[in-house]
């Protein structure tokens, strides 16, 4: 239930921030959990990212992290020994989503400032948003590539359609976040090497400049089907356009949860 911010799109300019890496002035990004339950506090002024209390009630005590003393190298090898599942309570990042809407389901889980102007509205998805667009981004992958495990490449700064693709994938299949700074061959290696046969870019935009590299990216990975554009390209689909007609509530197609995933 706490809330983490992150940077705006044009702002990362240093590198692509995640949920849990620095992040600089322009924007804010918040959410509830990042994969297995990566989180950080940083700063709460702007430029950084601050974790907020929730203030709600609490979680089952088969849910809630337990202190560990650490006083020297015995402790240590009796944590390393305890099973995953004695820090983690969700193995998949859909069963943490879905336990965060169910238990807070009209708070604000995802907030993303646009820009600088104290006239332009936030956009702001509730935890039960949140998971319905998770749920619409996953169905849209599995949908382009029936059959067939979808494996997602992301060419994305932070911005929200960011996360929306990469919990979409982990959800769907196989998520592969790349480097946008990156030059257009070591991408190009990058995806041929993760078999990905999805790519989700951000379109032409004026301030930051990813669509040139991604463009040709088809031509040079015979194994991507689909490039799909955040803010729409011509001649490629639109992620937010195509995410708002697919089905929210039931998955296409069902998690894998074999041994290793």
């Known amino acids: 239930g706490d809330e983490l911010h992150a940077g705006d799109p044009a ?4 590198g692509g921030a995640s949920l849990t890496q620095r992040v600089y002035p322009g924007g804010a990004l918040a959410c509830p959990h990042r994969g297995r339950q990566t989180k950080s506090a940083g700063p709460a002024h702007s430029g950084g990212c601050s974790l907020r209390p929730a203030g709600a009630r609490p979680a089952p005590a088969h849910q ?9 190298a015995q402790d240590i090898a009796r944590i390393q020994a305890l099973p995953y599942q004695a820090f983690m309570a969700h193995e998949h990042v859909h069963d943490a989503l879905s336990q965060a809407a169910r238990q807070f389901p009209t708070r604000a889980a995802l907030t993303f400032i646009v820009d600088a102007e104290l006239e332009t509205p936030p956009r702001t998805w509730t935890y039960e948003d949140l998971l319905a667009d998770v749920r619409r981004s996953a169905n849209l992958f ?8 979808p494996r997602v490449a992301m060419l994305l700064p932070a911005i929200a359609e960011a996360y929306l693709t990469l ?8 998520a592969c976040p790349i480097n946008y700074l990156l ?4 991408v190009a290696e990058l995806i041929r090497a993760s078999g990905a046969n999805i790519l989700v870019a951000l379109g032409p935009n004026a301030e ?3 669509w040139s590299r991604a463009v040709g990216l088809q031509g040079a990975c015979p194994g991507l089907r689909h490039i799909l554009a955040v803010g729409g390209a011509p001649g490629h689909q639109d992620f937010v356009s195509a995410l708002a007609v697919m089905p929210a509530q039931q998955l296409i197609r069902p998690i894998d949860r074999s041994p290793g995933r």
Not at 11 to 14: I, R, S, T, Y
Not at 142 to 149: I, K, M, Y
Not at 167 to 174: F, I, K, L, M, P
């Open 64 to 72: 809630t992290m337990q202190r560990h003393v650490i006083r020297d």
């Open 11 to 14: 702002a990362n300019l240093g």
């Open 142 to 149: 599995a949908s382009l590539v029936p059959g067939e495990e």
């Open 183 to 186: 030059d257009a061959a070591h």
């Open 167 to 174: 919990w979409g994938a982990e959800v769907a299949g196989v």
């Open 208 to 210: 930051l400049d990813i």
